[in-house]
């Protein structure tokens, strides 16, 4: 028997090889070699494709939808319900600042393999100048009718042309009053307790924008300043003052918060919600708008460019625009969806923490977009600075 | 193999280090180049961490030393073989489990409303909840339980090699157990100490899993700074700058503590040293 096999070398094991013929080796190493040749054809395709223009939409909708998106940001029923409807699975990928999501597109160049992609408005023109994102074909989306008209035709997207309104909302602060016993009512007053009572318990949200806004916020300074005096002044507050006494830089305090990680965060309003709705003593937690100015903004649906899945993707986006399903959506994650009377049914269906979801017009007085300038470089720099000097 | 998958990356890193970063819609650009990034990487920003960083590596690598060395040494010689096998096998169970997974592990046990902190509070060693996450505390323990069977392992070997009869003959020839263990047995382990040594210290410095699951914005070390480079900043010049200096200072710190070694050897040596000439004929 052995000397059947002399001068072929096989990797089987000793009973596979008594049992191997030339025949079902044959047949083997055929179907090894077609599987082969099928993946340097996939990878082809894949090389003819990325890069250059995304499929075309207005066909069937492919069975696949890829996110890149904010954590926590939408309730997992509705993605369940969406692939149920129309078939197409979901898959998520997350980030924490826009930043870090235009970097990873950015580096991808229209080969990230994501659909749908989030971004705060503010950040959206430079996203298309630089050829990040696809144009809507807004005949797909009828469901745009529900967005109420004063969130249409933003400045950073006059025509809707390459968004349309996911939700929108601010930040301000959560702290354990437990453990937190003065009154916070300003950015200063949460600069003061982060250095004080809170020192070593508090956490600020990890994106760069918001870190040097507390100093901005604080002092009526635009929080969109170019001046180098005033980028000076905050770099000297984040870094020096407050970054030694921060405990983590996390996006999503919320729900570690009641968890008893931190003291005081500084949070996004539906962010502090889910802490609140998760805890069995909500009445334990303070939450306060940021004063006396705070942030605006507004998340988007966006198709990235060289997307592989545009019917789906324009298909979900007509689908979380449906009212039913929009609120179910505010449901979970708590901020104002923008469609025309969501305040109403949201009050209706007696869902809890409204004043953390909807916002009074003075309170929207005091709210800013900001902007995506030639600062941001050194935000960023402010940022990794602060970092660094918290760890020390 | 080597060359593309080493000498290609590193060569790469080592050009973008050069280039800079054009604005914040672009990681990089090396149209001109310069070292103006490494000037930029010593900051005080990246020293900062850095020092930081050495002293979680090299308390974490001489903490897994101290603990591996009893251990290994009591797996190698006393423990019954027929044991061993199980032991040792024990030992790697955890290399079955992802390194996030097992980092994200302690996350939960050492969380303040976890159950570590709970049987604390209940036996009375704590009176307010455990505190201990987003430390570099934190970050010390779990380095030093994801690297620890990393020293085991080359100790063991080290020691299950050696012939017990030398051990016996040392004894014969009077000395105790200690001498027995300083001139005979831990001599002989050398390579194993230093294998395990340079497994440990070259990954544990450039870690960043565990210090960004556990250390919080206390516990950051500088393979997250190089990271956040890379993915947040975008900043693709730096971070690669940042890279090639950290590689440089690993080396640069294993050469150091190499040197060390030797000349600590060579002055026991010549200490020891049983000069021939000076016997009497």
Same mark, same amino acid.
């Given at each position: 028997?052995?000397?059947?096999?002399?001068?072929?070398?096989?990797?089987?094991?000793?009973?596979?090889?008594?049992?191997?013929?030339?025949?079902?080796?044959?047949?083997?190493?055929?179907?090894?070699?077609?599987?082969?040749?099928?993946?340097?054809?996939?990878?082809?395709?894949?090389?003819?494709?990325?890069?250059?223009?995304?499929?075309?939409?207005?066909? %069937?909708?492919?069975?696949?939808?890829?996110?890149?998106?904010?954590?926590?940001?939408?309730?997992?029923?509705?993605?369940?319900?969406?692939?149920?409807?129309?078939?197409?699975?979901?898959?998520?990928?997350?980030?924490?600042?826009?930043?870090?999501?235009?970097?990873?597109?950015?580096?991808?160049?229209?080969?990230?393999?994501?659909?749908?992609?989030?971004?705060?408005?503010?950040?959206?023109?430079?996203?298309?100048?630089?050829?990040?994102?696809?144009?809507?074909?807004?005949?797909?989306?009828?469901?745009?009718?529900?967005?109420?008209?004063?969130?249409?035709?933003?400045?950073?997207?006059?025509?809707?042309?390459?968004?349309?309104?996911?939700?929108?909302?601010?930040?301000? &602060?959560?702290?354990?009053?437990?453990?937190?016993?003065?009154?916070?009512?300003?950015?200063?007053?949460?600069?003061?307790?982060?250095?004080?009572? %809170?020192?070593?318990?508090?956490?600020?949200?990890?994106?760069?924008?918001?870190?040097? %806004?507390?100093?901005?916020?604080?002092?009526?300074?635009?929080?969109?300043?170019?001046?180098?005096?005033?980028?000076?002044?905050?770099?000297?507050?984040?870094?020096?003052?407050?970054?030694?006494?921060?405990?983590?830089?996390?996006?999503?305090?919320?729900?570690?918060?009641?968890?008893?990680?931190?003291?005081?965060?500084?949070? &996004?309003?539906?962010?502090?919600?889910?802490?609140?709705?998760?805890?069995?003593?909500?009445?334990?937690?303070?939450?306060?708008?940021?004063?006396?100015?705070?942030?605006?903004?507004?998340?988007?649906?966006?198709?990235?460019?060289?997307?592989?899945?545009?019917?789906? %993707?324009?298909?979900?986006?007509?689908?979380?625009?449906?009212?039913?399903?929009?609120?179910?959506?505010?449901?979970?994650?708590?901020?104002?969806?923008?469609?025309?009377?969501?305040?109403?049914?949201?009050?209706?269906?007696?869902?809890?923490?409204?004043?953390?979801?909807?916002?009074?017009?003075?309170?929207?007085?005091?709210?800013?977009?900001?902007?995506?300038?030639?600062?941001?470089?050194?935000?960023?720099?402010?940022?990794?600075?602060?970092?660094?000097?918290?760890?020390? | 193999?080597?060359?593309?998958?080493?000498?290609?990356?590193?060569?790469?890193?080592?050009?973008?280090?050069?280039?800079?970063?054009?604005?914040?819609?672009?990681?990089?650009?090396?149209?001109?180049?310069?070292?103006?990034?490494?000037?930029?990487?010593?900051?005080?920003?990246?020293?900062?961490?850095?020092?930081?960083?050495?002293?979680?590596?090299?308390?974490?690598?001489?903490?897994?030393?101290?603990?591996?060395?009893?251990?290994?040494?009591? *797996?190698?010689?006393?423990?019954?073989?027929?044991?061993?096998?199980?032991?040792?096998?024990?030992?790697?169970?955890?290399?079955?489990?992802?390194?996030?997974?097992?980092?994200?592990?302690?996350?939960?046990?050492?969380?303040?409303?976890?159950?570590?902190?709970?049987?604390?509070?209940?036996?009375?060693?704590?009176?307010?909840?455990?505190?201990?996450?987003?430390?570099?505390?934190?970050?010390?323990?779990?380095?030093?339980? $994801?690297?620890?069977?990393?020293?085991?392992?080359?100790?063991?070997?080290?020691?299950?090699?050696?012939?017990?009869?030398?051990?016996?003959?040392?004894?014969?020839?009077?000395?105790?157990?200690?001498?027995?263990?300083?001139?005979?047995?831990?001599?002989?382990?050398?390579?194993?100490?230093?294998?395990?040594?340079?497994?440990?210290?070259?990954? *544990?410095?450039?870690?960043?899993?565990?210090?960004?699951?556990?250390?919080?914005?206390?516990? $950051?070390?500088?393979?997250?700074?190089?990271?956040?480079?890379? $993915?947040?900043?975008?900043?693709?010049?730096?971070?690669?700058?940042?890279?090639?200096? *950290?590689?440089?200072?690993?080396?640069?710190?294993?050469?150091?503590?190499?040197?060390?070694?030797?000349?600590?050897?060579?002055?026991?040596?010549?200490?020891?040293?049983?000069?021939?000439?000076?016997?009497?004929?």
């Amino acid at each position: 028997m052995a000397d059947e096999f002399e001068g072929v070398k096989v990797l089987a094991s000793r009973a596979a090889a008594q049992r191997m013929t030339r025949r079902n080796f044959l047949a083997g190493s055929a179907v090894a070699m077609f599987s082969g040749s099928v993946l340097l054809a996939a990878c082809g395709n894949k090389t003819d494709t990325g890069g250059g223009p995304s499929a075309s939409a207005g066909g %069937a909708i492919e069975d696949q939808l890829n996110f890149y998106h904010w954590a926590e940001y939408d309730d997992p029923e509705v993605f369940k319900d969406f692939t149920k409807k129309f078939g197409a699975a979901t898959k998520i990928d997350i980030y924490a600042s826009n930043e870090e999501a235009i970097a990873k597109l950015v580096a991808a160049q229209g080969t990230s393999g994501y659909d749908i992609v989030v971004p705060t408005g503010v950040f959206i023109p430079q996203m298309v100048q630089n050829g990040l994102l696809d144009e809507l074909n807004l005949d797909l989306i009828p469901n745009f009718e529900n967005v109420e008209e004063i969130y249409r035709n933003q400045p950073w997207d006059p025509n809707n042309e390459h968004s349309v309104p996911k939700d929108w909302g601010s930040t301000g &602060w959560l702290y354990d009053k437990t453990l937190v016993k003065s009154d916070i009512k300003t950015w200063g007053d949460f600069g003061d307790v982060a250095m004080g009572e %809170a020192s070593g318990a508090t956490s600020v949200l990890d994106a760069p924008g918001d870190i040097t %806004a507390i100093y901005f916020w604080a002092n009526g300074i635009d929080w969109a300043t170019t001046e180098e005096k005033y980028l000076d002044q905050a770099e000297d507050y984040v870094v020096n003052k407050l970054a030694p006494h921060i405990k983590a830089y996390d996006s999503y305090p919320g729900i570690a918060l009641t968890e008893g990680k931190y003291a005081l965060s500084q949070a &996004w309003n539906g962010d502090a919600r889910q802490g609140l709705l998760s805890t069995d003593e909500p009445d334990r937690y303070v939450w306060g708008l940021g004063a006396p100015m705070t942030e605006l903004w507004m998340d988007n649906w966006c198709i990235v460019k060289g997307a592989q899945h545009p019917n789906a %993707a324009h298909a979900w986006i007509n689908y979380i625009l449906d009212p039913t399903v929009s609120l179910k959506d505010l449901a979970y994650h708590g901020y104002n969806t923008a469609l025309t009377g969501v305040e109403d049914k949201a009050k209706a269906a007696g869902f809890e923490y409204l004043d953390m979801v909807f916002f009074s017009d003075e309170q929207v007085k005091t709210m800013d977009p900001g902007a995506v300038n030639e600062a941001q470089g050194r935000l960023v720099e402010i940022w990794n600075k602060a970092k660094a000097a918290s760890g020390a | 193999m080597l060359v593309f998958f080493f000498a290609v990356p590193v060569l790469f890193i080592f050009y973008y280090s050069l280039g800079y970063k054009p604005d914040i819609f672009r990681t990089i650009a090396t149209d001109h180049l310069s070292f103006d990034r490494y000037v930029e990487s010593f900051s005080s920003t990246f020293r900062s961490v850095f020092t930081g960083t050495l002293q979680i590596s090299l308390i974490g690598t001489v903490l897994c030393l101290l603990i591996a060395f009893p251990f290994a040494y009591w *797996l190698a010689v006393r423990v019954p073989p027929r044991w061993r096998g199980l032991l040792l096998g024990l030992t790697i169970v955890p290399f079955w489990t992802n390194f996030l997974v097992r980092t994200l592990g302690w996350l939960i046990l050492l969380q303040s409303k976890g159950p570590l902190s709970g049987i604390l509070q209940d036996l009375g060693f704590i009176s307010n909840p455990l505190n201990v996450l987003d430390t570099r505390a934190a970050v010390q323990l779990g380095v030093i339980y $994801n690297y620890l069977p990393l020293m085991i392992f080359p100790l063991f070997v080290a020691l299950d090699r050696l012939d017990p009869a030398l051990r016996e003959a040392s004894k014969d020839l009077g000395a105790n157990r200690w001498r027995t263990f300083r001139q005979v047995t831990l001599p002989l382990a050398m390579p194993g100490v230093v294998a395990g040594l340079l497994l440990v210290f070259i990954p *544990l410095t450039g870690d960043y899993i565990t210090a960004s699951v556990l250390g919080g914005a206390k516990g $950051n070390m500088v393979g997250a700074l190089v990271a956040s480079q890379f $993915n947040t900043a975008q900043n693709w010049a730096l971070g690669s700058a940042m890279a090639v200096i *950290l590689i440089f200072m690993i080396l640069g710190a294993v050469v150091f503590f190499g040197a060390v070694g030797l000349i600590v050897r060579a002055v026991i040596r010549r200490g020891r040293r049983i000069d021939l000439a000076m016997e009497p004929a």
